[in-house]
């Protein structure tokens, strides 16, 4: 089945150590999109790639990077993870010129936990 | 720039009756996309409905069904049969037609079904 893939699903850090965590995904969409989602609220938006255009939201703090090698893969890397990065990290594609191209599928998360 | 407004924060239902969900949202554009997606506890985020807003007929997805009100900017779900699997954090969210937009969220209800 076409899905979107994340790993590690649960990632345990030490305060200040880079963290990478990863998305694929074998739908062949164009759009990948990382979010950031703390408990029972809305995912919160980070950035997202356009093919090969990355796209950074304005209040995304420079701490959070991305790099997307190919089209189904897309990294997140935090450089230097503070307590209150720890959150799920969602990722997600979507795919434009098709019927339905604006919407996003989710993959499972990946869950930082900051010690 | 759109908003959309989920104004119960949590709603509760006995199991195989029927609830609605209300959502409101706010734009100047006439051409977009209204979503609800599901988000049970600890698990994946997943699409329930979709609804283009050209379309006058509400979608329906089984048990899911919409009311979808375009002049009064209003995209209710209702979930029929309740059953406890749609115990859940239900997330409204709107993306315009203009390509690479954002999709943007409501806070979310959480919805429990109680056996």
């Known amino acids: 089945d076409a899905m979107v893939i994340q790993n590690p699903r649960y990632q345990v850090t030490q305060f200040g150590k880079p963290v990478t965590l990863s998305c694929s995904q074998t739908?062949?969409?164009?759009?990948m999109y990382w979010y950031q989602q703390k408990s029972s609220q809305a995912p919160k938006l980070l950035f997202h790639y356009y093919d090969k255009d990355f796209n950074n939201e304005a209040d995304t703090p420079d701490n959070f990077q991305s790099r997307r090698p190919n089209t189904s893969f897309c990294f997140l890397d935090i450089r230097s993870p503070g307590l209150g990065d720890a959150a799920m990290y969602l990722c997600?594609?979507?795919?434009?010129?098709?019927?339905?191209?604006?919407?996003?599928?989710f993959g499972p998360g990946t869950r930082l936990l900051v010690l | 720039a759109q908003t959309v407004t989920q104004s119960q924060p949590e709603m509760s239902v006995q199991e195989a009756e029927t609830v609605t969900l209300s959502c409101t949202y706010d734009?100047?554009?006439?051409?977009?996309?209204l979503f609800w997606y599901k988000q049970p506890p600890s698990r994946q985020m997943i699409l329930v409905i979709r609804?283009?807003?050209?379309?006058?007929q509400n979608a329906t997805e089984n048990r899911f069904s919409v009311n979808f009100q375009k002049a009064a900017k209003s995209f209710s779900l209702k979930i029929s049969d309740s059953q406890l699997g749609d115990t859940a954090m239900y997330f409204c969210?709107?993306?315009?037609?203009?390509?690479?937009?954002?999709?943007?969220f409501g806070t979310g209800t959480r919805l429990t079904i109680i056996p």
């Open positions: 734009t100047s554009e006439n051409n977009y996309y």
């Open positions: 609804q283009e807003a050209y379309k006058q």
């Open positions: 997600a594609t979507s795919s434009t010129g098709t019927s339905g191209e604006e919407t996003q599928y």
């Open positions: 739908l062949n969409h164009n759009v």
């Open positions: 969210a709107f993306i315009s037609n203009f390509g690479n937009e954002k999709l943007t």
